[in-house]
């Protein structure tokens, strides 16, 4: 089991950044793939930015790509969602998300949340114009 927390959401105008963070306990998130998705009001969850426990690979959604970086610190089982020149359309609900890893599975990166072991409560960024 792992428990997932995100923090670092909040209001910010467009153009500006915020970081976000996703810190696990329970288990170490070595062990995990991780993602990030959103949900804004009236839509349905989407994906936003995956990496791979060993963080050799990485995939972006289209609409943040350039703009969006995903990190991750074993050593402190935190990820991170570095968000730049955030738009009004990134408002939405973030989320952290964990998948079981085997240490082989070095590359693995998950973009589909049904795939996805463990969830948590997400944070709200909210961007205005």
Do not use: H
């Not at 609409?63 to 935190?78: H, L």
């Not at 949340?113 to 997400?122: K, L, N, S």
């Amino acid at each position: 089991q792992v428990q997932l927390v995100e923090s670092g959401g909040g209001l910010v105008q467009a153009g500006g950044s915020l970081r976000l963070s996703c810190a696990a306990s329970g288990r170490t998130v070595r062990s995990y793939a991780m993602g990030w998705f959103r949900q804004a009001p009236g839509k349905e969850r989407e994906f936003v930015a995956a990496i791979s426990w060993s963080s050799s690979s990485i995939r972006y959604a289209d609409s943040v790509k350039g703009r969006f970086t995903i990190s991750r610190d074993n050593a402190k089982n935190t990820v991170y969602l570095q968000m730049n020149s955030l738009k009004p359309e990134d408002t939405a609900v973030y989320s952290c998300a964990a998948k079981v890893s085997l240490p082989l599975q070095v590359s693995v990166v998950v973009t589909e949340e049904y795939e996805y072991d463990y969830w948590g409560q997400g944070t709200q960024v909210t961007v205005s114009s």
